[in-house]
């Protein structure tokens, strides 16, 4: 069994580019959860995928957007980048919807610049 | 009435000393109140979790202690080792609409050899 995934490990962007974030899910999970953590904060979390539709957000833009595909991998969106989108991003996946265990992924640093 | 307050922002513990991480809620509807523990460049791991139907739960060196009344929670490490250094997250979610955790700002936690 394999653990959460993300790709890549870090990036530059430059502001008001766009940006592709990866994950793939713990075997077996169909939820996947994304979170943004600011140097020095807790996660905050963005939204959540439940079988490739959006089933929750938190307070963050349209900009920030999402898929899941079959497979339950996931990607991460973030279009028109501004300074403070300079986070570490994570994702976690669950077995299911409801389940309160998630167990994440080592993060994507993302810096823009 | 989302937020999950954590105190202390850093701790520094001697070695074999006794870790306490607090944290406090306001949202009676949160019933799951989980532990994180993070490493520099990995993502949060679960760490302990507990329900408010209990008032304390112990695995290992690590014990919540949960008073509802109070809404507060806290993390004890026992014995606390080099290799606990780390930051901690508490953090709470709620059973309906249960897809969204809350997570506190966090406690860097450093043990003297």
């Known amino acids: 069994e394999t653990g959460v995934t993300q790709s890549p490990t870090h990036l530059i962007k430059t502001r008001g580019q766009q940006v592709t974030l990866r994950c793939s899910s713990q075997?077996?999970?169909?939820?996947v959860s994304w979170y943004q953590q600011a140097l020095g904060q807790g996660p905050q979390f963005i939204f959540q995928?439940?079988?490739?539709?959006?089933?929750g957000r938190g307070n963050f833009p349209p900009r920030f957007s999402g898929l899941q595909f079959p497979n339950y991998s996931s990607e991460l969106n973030v279009n028109a980048l501004e300074l403070d989108d300079s986070a570490l991003y994570l994702c976690?996946?669950?077995?299911?919807?409801?389940?309160?265990?998630?167990?994440f992924g080592p993060g994507t640093r993302l810096t823009v610049t | 009435q989302q937020q999950v307050k954590q105190s202390p922002q850093s701790l520094i513990v001697q070695k074999g000393g006794i870790s306490i991480i607090n944290c406090a809620y306001e949202?009676?509807?949160?019933?799951?109140f989980p532990w994180y523990q993070q490493f520099p460049g990995k993502g949060p791991a679960l760490l302990i979790a507990?329900?408010?139907?209990?008032s304390e739960k112990k695995e290992g060196r690590f014990t919540i202690s949960f008073n509802k009344s109070a809404k507060q929670f806290s993390l004890h490490i026992m014995d606390s080792q080099p290799g606990d250094s780390a930051t901690y997250f508490c953090?709470?979610?709620?059973?309906?609409?249960?897809?969204?955790?809350?997570f506190g700002a966090g406690t860097r936690l450093f043990v003297k050899a």
């Open positions: 976690a996946s669950s077995l299911l919807a409801g389940s309160h265990e998630q167990y």
């Open positions: 075997s077996g999970h169909n939820t």
């Open positions: 995928y439940y079988r490739e539709e959006e089933n």
């Open positions: 949202n009676t509807a949160f019933d799951y």
């Open positions: 507990i329900r408010p139907d209990v």
């Open positions: 953090a709470a979610k709620a059973d309906t609409g249960g897809f969204k955790t809350i």
